[in-house]
């Protein structure tokens, strides 16, 4: 585990294996990047991965002022620079994805491949807004405890959490999301909340990519996921049966069979 000082924020990251490649991972709103541990374990097999924790998430720290989602994007490009990753494998979910899409279309030279799981280009639709600013509104005034069952919904398919031979499980991200810093979980869900739409502009984008999404996701459902894939050329869309938003965790072996070869099929010329 490691943290490097960028955009006056310190980000906090875990950089394991080592390969031709270098993966990024990019995670999703309440979670922070040990949402990724499944895939990070297969694949620093073969590769350097690296997966941060976003401003005012995980390990990461907390900033004072209001931001938007491009400070999320400049996070994330600095970062690069601070690791010198010239070109990556960048995998984002959620919020992740959120990143991926607007650095890929900044940036596409610096992307070897990009996954988008379980997440929109699109803007954040009128009543879900105003939903999330009065769960916002609430976070602020009482804490996380009286939206957790909320989050906890959004994040993960009745069937898991319902689940009881993974019970411990759904404790470990009970008290996981739980933990995050109130404050912190505001000021970004303003900045992702009010995102612009990219759909048009990923028309034009040239990068190898890869859509995934669960079956049952509800904060970013399949239709977004079919919509990023018709926009960008030559996209790939596998749906994950069975899982919510976090599909990581939820379905940890479906989202590696199609993620790895994915990103196998994408190493640099003459390290095959």
Same mark, same amino acid.
């Given at each position: 585990?490691?943290?490097v000082?960028?955009?006056?924020?310190r980000l906090?990251?875990?950089?394991?294996?080592?390969?031709?490649?270098?993966?990024?991972?990019?995670?999703?709103?309440?979670?922070?990047?040990?949402?990724?541990?499944?895939?990070?374990?297969?694949?620093s097999?073969?590769?350097?991965?690296?997966?941060?924790?976003?401003?005012d998430?995980g390990?990461?720290g907390?900033?004072d002022?209001?931001?938007d989602?491009d400070a999320l994007?400049?996070?994330a490009?600095?970062?690069?620079?601070?690791?010198?990753?010239?070109?990556?494998?960048?995998?984002g979910?959620?919020?992740g994805?959120?990143?991926?899409?607007?650095?890929?279309?900044?940036?596409?030279?610096?992307?070897?491949s990009?996954?988008?799981?379980?997440?929109?280009?699109?803007?954040?639709?009128?009543?879900?807004?105003r939903r999330? $600013?009065?769960?916002?509104?609430v976070?602020?005034?009482?804490?996380?405890?009286p939206?957790?069952r909320?989050?906890?919904?959004?994040?993960?398919?009745?069937?898991?959490?319902r689940?009881?031979?993974?019970?411990?499980?759904?404790?470990?991200?009970?008290?996981?999301?739980?933990?995050?810093?109130?404050?912190?979980?505001?000021?970004?869900?303003?900045a992702?909340?009010? $995102?612009?739409?990219?759909?048009?502009r990923l $028309?034009?984008?040239?990068?190898?990519?890869?859509?995934?999404?669960?079956?049952h996701?509800?904060?970013c459902?399949?239709?977004?996921?079919r919509?990023?894939a018709?926009?960008?050329?030559?996209?790939?869309l596998?749906?994950?049966?069975g899982?919510?938003?976090l599909?990581?965790?939820?379905q940890?072996?479906?989202?590696?069979d199609?993620?790895?070869?994915?990103?196998?099929?994408?190493?640099?010329?003459?390290?095959?």
């Open positions: 585990m490691a943290e000082e960028v955009n006056g924020v906090h990251y875990r950089e394991a294996g080592s390969g031709a490649q270098t993966v990024v991972f990019s995670h999703s709103f309440l979670a922070d990047h040990r949402q990724f541990d499944a895939q990070i374990e297969v694949l097999r073969t590769c350097r991965v690296i997966a941060y924790d976003h401003r998430h390990r990461s907390r900033v002022a209001s931001y989602l994007v400049g996070d490009e600095a970062l690069l620079d601070a690791l010198s990753v010239d070109q990556c494998d960048f995998v979910l959620s919020t994805g959120f990143v991926g899409m607007r650095l890929a279309l900044r940036s596409p030279e610096r992307f070897r990009l996954t988008l799981m379980d997440t929109s280009a699109e803007p954040e639709p009128r009543g879900q807004r999330y $600013r009065a769960l916002l509104a976070l602020g005034i009482a804490g996380i405890r939206v957790l909320s989050g906890m919904t959004a994040m993960f398919s009745r069937s898991f959490l689940d009881p031979g993974r019970q411990d499980e759904v404790d470990l991200w009970r008290r996981r999301i739980a933990g995050n810093d109130a404050r912190g979980l505001i000021r970004f869900g303003n992702i909340f009010a $995102r612009d739409d990219v759909v048009d $028309r034009k984008l040239a990068v190898p990519t890869l859509v995934i999404v669960g079956e996701d509800r904060p459902p399949p239709e977004r996921a919509t990023i018709a926009a960008i050329p030559d996209a790939r596998v749906v994950i049966p899982a919510g938003h599909s990581t965790i939820e940890p072996e479906a989202v590696n199609a993620l790895v070869p994915f990103i196998h099929d994408h190493l640099p010329k003459g390290a095959r």
